[in-house]
């Protein structure tokens, strides 16, 4: 076979005049022996003075090391670089767009180097949009739990808003979400514990409204996580707007279920706000704000439910709003003060005359400066949603510890020997809270068996990690006591759970024990198995002497209320204290 090299050399030279890369050889140096059309193209803008002589001079201001890099590699050929990005002024037909380069130098042989440039223009366009599409997608979602964040779902209610009344336009509606414990569960189990309960929260939220499909038209629901331990879901398309309370109805039930994080088993219900379309504002902003409102409704009612949204819930907030503030500088300015109210103990008959003091529960009021003294069911709630109660808890054990001590150096005998101090869920998660009461025996000199802690019913039942934190301030040498017993979620079968001392049966029991049958029997059920346990009970709310003797019947030993007295000043107390001890 005959090769026609002639013929070969021609169709090699045509290639390369044709081909849509630019091609240039050179020699070591740098001097160009071949350039087709396509590389004097695109290599003339980098020349200073438009000769193309020399490839290390025509980019020597865009890759001023070149002839070094060339230089340095001493094998016989090889890659000297590749790729390299060169960015040259636009022309009038790109309208200024820079133009982007590729160049690449290859050793051929000891003496020749061959250079690859194309234009790569259109390439990093592409991949600049693609870029910019990927960080507005990550702008828009959450990276923990990679949904849509407040951004996107911000965009989709101002969305459905404009569209709202269109023909052929179906009803929505907008839930709000919080977890009703998060921050305590973030303070006992940690961050990274906190931020796996979100994780799966959202899933089990996907999960849910997948199955809601039979009462959307076409849409499916946006589920976002807003910020913290807050989401939003946007139902689009319902066949009727009743359909949302379907929907929250169903996340309530999904979301209270356990969840298992390492080995902890973890209960952390909801609490939702819904706006309908009805009561829609004209903006997103507005009706998540709406929504938000209607969601710190259900938190304020005792969480674990759903509130829809009134417009006149705004007007509540903005007072709550202006009342945190005040509870702030009431704080600073030492607005808050501490009545006793006595817990007696029954004699042999059952009147008033016949209890004789047990000790002294200590409960705080606010003397406003315009308002008077304002009602703890006002501020209380407040001081825990705005993060205030451990603050207002920590005072309020301060200054009983003291007062106190203070009975006991001037009352000796006649002094209580018992002070009982309400524990909020904020102070019993806070993970310094055995420290600080520590502290606050140790400064004012009381003795811890002087000292009972009470917490709800609903509080001291709610998991291992609470119950485990009252066990370490048992272990203080102080007492507990479980409060407002039979309204919240314990059983008598699970009271053996709770590291308690004392029983304070709540006063919508005792209100009706000498009326009622079936409250007696109640309350005669909770004494007896709190007999059994070694747990002595409180019945609470006593107002007739009618009520102080069924329980007294009953076998309860203590009780508490207006019909022996009412909150009073540490003077107060003194005074009656004196009274009852010479009656």
Same mark, same amino acid.
């Given at each position: 076979?005959?090769i ?7 169709t ?37 003075n ?39 002024g ?10 982007v ?13 061959m ?29 923990l ?42 303070d006992?189990?940690g961050?990274a ?13 996907h ?11 076409h ?8 910020g ?8 689009? +398309?319902? =066949?009727?707007? *009743?359909?949302?309370?379907?929907? &929250?109805? $169903?996340?309530l039930? @999904? %979301?209270?279920? !356990? ?25 997103a902003?507005?009706?998540l ?7 710190v ?8 439910r ?14 709550? +709003?202006? =009342?945190?503030? *005040?509870?702030?500088?009431a704080? &600073?300015? $030492?607005?808050?003060? @501490? %009545?006793?109210q !006595? ?27 315009t ?10 709630p ?10 207002l ?7 009983a ?8 150096r ?6 209580p020997? $018992?002070?009982?101090?309400? %524990?909020?869920?904020?102070q ?36 291992e ?6 066990h ?5 040498g ?8 039979g ?41 007896r ?47 009656w ?7």
């Open positions: 076979m005959t026609d090299f002639a013929h070969a050399y021609e090699l030279v045509q290639f390369l005049y044709r081909a849509p890369i630019g091609l240039a050889q050179t020699t070591i140096a740098g001097d160009i022996e071949m350039v087709n059309p396509m590389s004097a193209q695109l290599l003339m803008p980098l020349s200073p438009g000769d193309l002589s020399n490839l290390f001079d025509v980019l020597g201001t865009a890759v001023p090391n070149l002839r070094e890099m060339a230089g340095a590699l001493s094998q016989p050929s090889g890659i000297i670089c590749e790729s390299l990005r060169l960015t040259v636009g022309d009038a037909a790109q309208r200024g767009t820079p133009r380069l590729s160049f690449s130098l290859l050793k051929l042989d000891h003496a020749r180097l250079a690859v440039v194309h234009d790569v223009t259109h390439e990093v366009q592409r991949e600049q949009q693609g870029l910019a599409r990927r960080l507005m997608d990550a702008a828009r979602t959450d990276a739990t990679q949904m849509p964040n407040r951004a996107a779902v911000r965009e989709q209610v101002q969305r459905v808003l404009v569209e709202r009344g269109q023909p052929g336009v179906a009803e929505f509606g907008v839930l709000y979400i919080n977890c009703d414990r998060f921050s305590q569960i973030n006992a189990l961050r514990a906190g931020d796996t309960l979100l994780a799966l929260i959202a899933q089990r939220l999960a849910a409204l997948r199955a809601q499909d039979r009462i959307l038209r849409h499916q629901p946006m589920a976002a996580r807003v913290g331990d807050e989401f939003v879901v946007v139902l689009e +398309g319902l =066949l009727r707007s *009743e359909h949302v309370v379907v929907v &929250a109805r $169903r996340l039930t @999904v %979301l209270e279920q !356990p969840y298992r994080i390492g080995t902890e088993k973890v209960h952390s219900s909801v609490s939702l706000g819904i706006v309908l379309q009805g009561q829609a504002a004209a903006d902003d507005t009706l704000q709406d929504a938000n409102i209607a969601m409704e259900a938190k304020r009612a005792g969480g674990a759903y509130v829809v949204f009134e417009p006149s819930m705004r007007e509540r907030a903005a007072r709550r +709003g202006g =009342l945190e503030a *005040e509870l702030r500088n704080l &600073a300015e $030492r607005q808050f003060f @501490v %009545l006793y !006595p817990v007696v103990a029954p004699q042999a008959r059952a009147g008033a005359d016949d209890f004789r003091s047990a000790g002294v529960e200590a409960l705080v009021r606010w003397r406003h400066p308002r008077g003294v304002v009602s703890p069911l006002e501020f209380i407040v001081a825990e949603a705005c993060g205030l109660i451990s603050a808890g920590d005072f309020v054990l301060e200054t510890c003291r007062q106190f001590m203070q009975w006991q001037t009352l000796g005998e006649l002094a020997r $018992r002070m009982a101090v309400n %524990l909020s869920l904020a019993l998660s806070r993970p310094g809270l055995l420290n600080e009461v520590r502290r606050t025996l140790a400064a004012s000199g009381m003795p811890a068996g002087c000292l009972q802690l009470e917490i709800t019913e609903s509080l001291a039942a709610q998991d990690n609470v119950q485990a934190r009252l370490e301030l048992k272990a203080l102080l007492t507990l006591a479980l409060d407002d017993f309204t919240g979620y314990s059983s008598l079968a699970r009271l053996h759970l709770l590291p308690v001392d004392t029983v304070k049966i709540d006063r919508s029991f005792v209100s009706e024990a000498d009326s009622s049958h079936q409250r007696r029997v109640l309350i005669d059920a909770t004494v198995v709190a007999h059994s346990l070694g747990m002595d009970t409180v019945a609470e709310g006593i107002e007739t002497e009618a009520q102080a003797e069924a329980v007294r019947a009953i076998g309860c030993e203590k009780g508490q209320g207006y019909l022996f007295s009412r909150p009073l000043t540490p003077e107060e107390i003194a005074s204290l004196t009274t009852a001890a010479q009656a």
